[in-house]
């Protein structure tokens, strides 16, 4: 009579590489940067050290991986809805849903060991947005071509102060804003300062 026999199966390729990020990211939120070791997330995940090493040069790198792919998981895409208000009302709702993630990368830019490898937000912030498309960008680009906003008026501050408001509750509170607060922004700051004349 034949036994049969169990057979384990090992990740391999894109899989694994899941594995490992999602630990990495667990082991992050739980233990800190500083607590974290790649040895303790290739235990938890299942493999080994050098494993990791073939993927990621470092801590850091490794960490940043998770992040992006927290950030993946939640595409802030806003669809044409003939509307900027309505759009940009939508896109920091979206945007919204990645307060923890904002609250975490905000941990770290406070650690020593992390700024050897990232020593700025504007570096981290570069890493992330590499290849990525910029969603408020296309929605501001919409509401230009609708007519709808004075692309004269969209200097550098003024174009990005809807999400670096978010970013700021974010960093002072560690929760998203409200939807009252995020419509104050859209509504008493940022659209009368591109409204056509």
Same mark, same amino acid.
């Given at each position: 009579?034949?036994i049969?026999? +169990?057979?384990?199966?090992?990740?391999? %390729?894109?899989?694994?590489? $899941? /594995?490992?990020?999602?630990v990495?990211?667990?082991?992050?939120?739980?233990? %800190?940067?500083?607590?974290?070791?790649?040895e303790?997330?290739? +235990?938890?995940?299942?493999? +080994? &050290?050098?494993?990791?090493?073939?993927?990621w040069?470092?801590?850091? /790198?490794?960490?940043?991986?998770? *992040?992006?792919? @927290?950030l993946?998981?939640?595409?802030?895409?806003?669809?044409? @809805?003939?509307?900027?208000?309505a759009?940009?009302?939508?896109?920091? $709702?979206? !945007? %919204? $849903?990645?307060?923890?993630?904002?609250?975490?990368?905000?941990?770290? !830019?406070?650690?020593?060991?992390?700024?050897? /490898?990232?020593a700025?937000?504007?570096?981290?912030?570069r890493?992330l947005?590499?290849?990525?498309?910029?969603?408020? +960008?296309? *929605?501001?680009?919409? /509401?230009?071509?609708?007519?709808?906003?004075?692309?004269?008026? !969209?200097?550098?501050?003024?174009?990005?102060?809807? &999400?670096?408001?978010?970013?700021?509750?974010?960093?002072?509170?560690?929760?998203?804003?409200?939807?009252?607060?995020?419509?104050?922004?859209?509504?008493?700051?940022? !659209?009368?300062?591109?409204?056509?004349?």
């Amino acid at each position: 009579m034949a036994i049969a026999k +169990s057979v384990k199966t090992r990740r391999r %390729g894109a899989r694994l590489e $899941q /594995a490992i990020i999602e630990v990495a990211w667990d082991r992050l939120v739980e233990h %800190g940067y500083t607590s974290l070791t790649m040895e303790m997330v290739a +235990s938890a995940a299942h493999t +080994s &050290r050098s494993v990791l090493a073939r993927r990621w040069n470092s801590k850091a /790198a490794l960490v940043l991986a998770a *992040i992006e792919y @927290q950030l993946s998981r939640h595409p802030p895409q806003v669809r044409d @809805q003939g509307d900027v208000r309505a759009e940009l009302l939508e896109y920091l $709702q979206r !945007l %919204g $849903q990645f307060a923890p993630i904002f609250a975490t990368i905000n941990a770290l !830019l406070s650690n020593d060991m992390f700024r050897k /490898a990232f020593a700025t937000p504007e570096e981290v912030r570069r890493a992330l947005s590499a290849g990525r498309t910029d969603n408020l +960008s296309v *929605i501001l680009d919409r /509401a230009v071509a609708r007519d709808e906003i004075d692309p004269d008026k !969209l200097i550098p501050p003024v174009k990005t102060v809807v &999400r670096d408001l978010l970013r700021h509750h974010v960093m002072m509170h560690r929760v998203a804003p409200s939807e009252q607060l995020c419509a104050a922004w859209v509504d008493s700051i940022f !659209l009368p300062l591109v409204r056509r004349p």
